[in-house]
C-alpha cells in the first residue's frame, strides 16, 4: 500500500553527521505513524524514532539528543539527522510506517547501510 526509498547512508567517521531520507508513495493519506528502525550484526532489530501524523516523537535512550526525526509532508518525505556518531549506532537502517487502524508496521523499505568508523 506504501512504498518506501530510502537514501542517504554511507561510511562516516565517529562524532560526525548524516541524514537518512525515506520517501513515502502510494496511499500515503492512511500514514498514522513513520518511523525509522535499525538493526546491527548479531543484535536484534530496535526502534531508533518514531514521529506520528500528529508530530509526536519517540526515540530510544541511546540516541536522544544525538538524533531528530523529522518529516516533510509536501515531499512525502521523512528524514533522520543523526549527530555525533558513535561506532555502536554501525547498523542497517530501516524505515516504516504503519496505517491507520493497525497496531504495527506494515510497510518498509529496504535498508540502508550506515556504518561509521573509529
Known amino acids: 500500500q506504501v512504498q518506501l526509498v530510502e537514501s542517504g547512508g554511507g561510511l562516516v567517521q565517529a562524532g560526525g553527521s548524516l541524514r537518512l531520507s525515506c520517501a513515502a508513495s502510494?496511499?500515503?493519506?492512511?500514514?498514522?505513524?513513520s518511523g525509522w528502525f535499525r538493526q546491527a550484526a548479531g543484535n536484534p532489530r530496535e526502534m531508533v524514532a518514531e514521529?506520528?501524523?500528529?508530530?509526536?516523537?519517540y526515540y530510544t535512550d541511546s540516541v536522544k539528543g544525538r538524533f531528530t526525526i523529522s518529516r516533510d509532508n509536501p515531499k512525502n518525505t521523512v528524514y533522520l539527522q543523526m549527530n555525533s556518531l558513535k561506532r555502536e549506532d554501525t547498523a542497517v537502517y530501516y524505515c516504516?510506517?504503519?496505517?491507520?487502524?493497525?497496531?504495527?508496521?506494515?510497510?518498509w523499505g529496504q535498508g540502508t547501510q550506515v556504518t561509521v568508523s573509529s
Open positions: 514521529i506520528s501524523n500528529g508530530d509526536n516523537t
Open positions: 502510494g496511499r500515503t493519506f492512511n500514514i498514522a505513524a
Open positions: 516504516g510506517t504503519r496505517s491507520y487502524g493497525s497496531g504495527r508496521y506494515d510497510s
